[in-house]
């Protein structure tokens, strides 16, 4: 079993099958795994997504810089009702933010979150990297570095990697295992390239694996043989 880990959810994952917004059934499932996982001792850490209200690529008419700070805030909410959801579940939480919100979350002191993992706290980590053109893939391999996560879990809306998108080629194929060089080189799409590098770099492995799957982040904490990994 992993000891620290960091979980990317997406937005779009904690919608459910509503698309949009935040589906309460899909949170209570992957809050019991994270209680029960934080019970035995886990360190772990959370990088949310905010595609579920806004992504900086809806906004085409818009200034990019104003519409990805949009998207950061975004995650602010998704974060917030994570961090409710664990703690009425009795496990502490914390969420630090990228951008300074003092009134709402901490700011992100990598120091705070290393004492926290020590004090049994979960923490959530909000509004990406804090900068306009970079995605909340690259907020989540930056703070895995940061904190010297054990692995990078990628929560996905499908059950690993595929050489194509299944919801389109029935016949794409599932890809068990893959270097970090194979994803740049072959254009895979997990994360972006700046992402993948720097987990790379960091010899971070990166497990990406279907959330709907029944206790799937139990699973790949375990170090089960479950979606995809690349190292």
């Known amino acids: 079993m992993y000891k620290r880990v960091l979980l990317k959810l997406s937005g779009e994952a904690l919608a459910g099958e509503a698309g949009s917004g935040i589906d309460p059934a ?17 360190q772990i850490a959370i990088v949310v997504g905010g595609g579920n209200f806004w992504r ?3 906004g085409v008419a818009m200034d990019k810089v104003t519409a990805d700070h949009m998207g950061m805030l975004a995650t602010i909410m998704n974060a917030l009702a994570l961090q409710d959801a664990i703690e009425k579940k009795g496990v502490p939480t914390r969420v630090q933010t990228a951008l300074s919100i003092p009134d709402v979350a901490e700011p992100f002191i990598l120091r705070k979150a290393l004492r926290h993992f020590e004090c049994g706290r979960i923490v959530i980590f909000a509004c990406g990297t804090g900068n306009p053109y970079f995605t909340t893939d690259s907020g989540a391999a930056l703070r895995a570095a940061e904190i010297k996560a054990d692995v990078l879990l990628m929560a996905k809306n499908v059950d690993g ?18 270097t970090y060089m194979e994803v740049l080189n072959k254009n895979i799409a997990v994360m972006d390239f700046t992402s993948v590098t720097m987990c790379m770099e960091n010899n971070i492995p990166i ?25």
Request: hydrophobic fraction near 40%.
């Open 207 to 231: 497990v990406a694996f279907g959330l709907s799957d029944e206790n799937s982040i139990i699973r790949a904490v375990s170090g089960e043989k479950i979606g995809t990994i690349i190292h």
């Open 56 to 58: 900086g690529r809806q």
């Open 26 to 42: 899909t949170v209570d499932r992957v809050v019991v795994q994270l209680v029960e996982l934080a019970k035995k001792g886990v």
């Open 161 to 178: 990697v595929y050489d194509s998108d299944p919801k389109t080629h029935p016949d794409a194929k599932k890809l068990n295992e893959l």
